[in-house]
């Protein structure tokens, strides 16, 4: 009979199902009137539309929600169904599904948060029923059934990646943010994620881009960290249009699409 | 022959046609998580929901949408259709598909809307595609084939209902308002529309409302300006619930839904 630290050990394995249920850069794809080929495509055939940023993560015993871009949450989390909130930052492409929602009726729900006061148009003040819980990076929260560490990220405004951990398997959600502080990367490295979801918003280009990374700063942080498999997010049409014109990811990273389950 | 000023008087029929695009009061119908008797309904049976309060307005010459909280505006409003849109204010449920929509490729949209500096979260310092026009109440704009007069109303931020006109045919729409100012009331006596879209969040209550109208006051305009056709709008769950109970309107208003057109 296996020893229980033992078995424990042998259990290290995804029992965390996340779906990115959305990947796109703020506008969404198709950007509204856009004639280039990544917007056409996705006017043509849904299956290639990106909305907003975010992710749905279940285990056996919770279900959480990362980011609140989507107008049809009630959909993705039938009421009752939805444990906690991690919101990455307040920028609207992120928050925006929280409008309607907060004057739902029921339990609260909690929304782990980074502490920024002035939040989103008028959010914060009227919360309805929704717990905002600012929290500090790298302080760990205890959930249900796993660890959830905020993460320092580089973005316009202050903002939190997030380490899933459960029974020693370990999914880096990081987005938005150009490049990672020295304080995450250092982090990282002491916890190496089996699977990162990462924020490129742009193709490769000569200029340092602002408040999102490019491939080539998403590949080094790859690289950099010696993730095994990462899946990029946060996509514009641009990084749509280099992919369609024949770029190449490098090995072990992956393009994320709406609806994709990990 | 006809001489053409006795054509105009007698083409002074409803050539504008206004499609409520959006009837809820914030949240919508049915709200997240709620099973009182309206939300069941609008849950089982989606001919009764109500997203966010919003309109269209189409002339054979000019396509105009009042209002911006449906997030698919794309599908209303086709690139190239859309020849200018009319906010009442800045609340989220009235302009959350702009944040969208403004990353858009093409030409400007014009966006009349109140003075009102703070807008909504970075809509206003981030505004892409959409050119921004506060205007003041009671100064008409000349469009292509109509003149819209904002009207001052009473809101918890600075807010314009519109009275649109084409050949002689006066459409008001007014809210979100608790009551009318003194002005607008005298303004709409003096130029009597021949039908109203009217605020109406609650059921009549003792309690004089904030912010929106109940009921009874939605009735009192009504019948103060001696409107032969009002239309009710921006409806909370309590008020369907009031008329599922067996709640009666006063002759010459009816209750709105999304997708209604007149």
């Not at 990106?50 to 015993?61: G, I, L, M």
């Not at 409008?99 to 006061?117: A, H, M, S, T």
């Not at 959600?173 to 990462?198: A, F, K, N």
């Amino acid at each position: 009979m296996l020893k229980p630290d033992t078995h424990y050990q042998m259990s290290a394995v995804p029992d965390i199902e996340m779906t990115l249920t959305g990947t796109a850069a703020a506008g969404g794809v198709p950007l509204y009137g856009c004639d280039c080929p990544a917007c056409l495509r996705a006017v043509r055939n849904p299956a290639y539309r990106r909305r907003a940023t975010s992710a749905k993560v279940k285990t056996k015993s919770e279900t959480l929600c990362i980011d609140c871009g989507l107008m049809n949450l009630a959909e993705h989390y039938p009421p009752g169904s939805l444990d906690a909130i991690l919101l990455t930052h307040f920028h609207v492409d992120h928050v925006q599904g929280l409008f309607e929602l907060r004057w739902g009726k029921g339990q609260k729900i909690p929304v782990y948060c980074p502490n920024d006061p002035a939040g989103c148009a008028d959010l914060l003040k009227h919360s309805g029923i929704l717990d905002f819980r600012p929290i500090q990076p790298f302080e760990p929260l205890l959930l249900k059934s796993c660890t959830v560490t905020p993460l320092l990220l580089m973005h316009s405004r202050p903002c939190h990646g997030y380490l899933i951990e459960r029974r020693g398997y370990r999914i880096a959600y990081l987005t938005d943010t150009v490049g990672l502080p020295d304080e995450t990367l250092l982090w990282l490295t002491q916890h190496t994620p089996d699977m990162m979801i990462l924020d490129c918003s742009h193709p490769p280009s000569e200029n340092k881009p602002r408040n999102h990374n490019d491939l080539s700063i998403a590949t080094e942080i790859h690289q950099q960290l010696g993730i095994k498999h990462t899946i990029l997010t946060h996509i514009s049409h641009d990084m749509d249009n280099w992919l369609i014109a024949g770029g190449q990811l490098a090995e072990g990273i992956e393009l994320g699409h709406d609806g994709m389950t990990l």
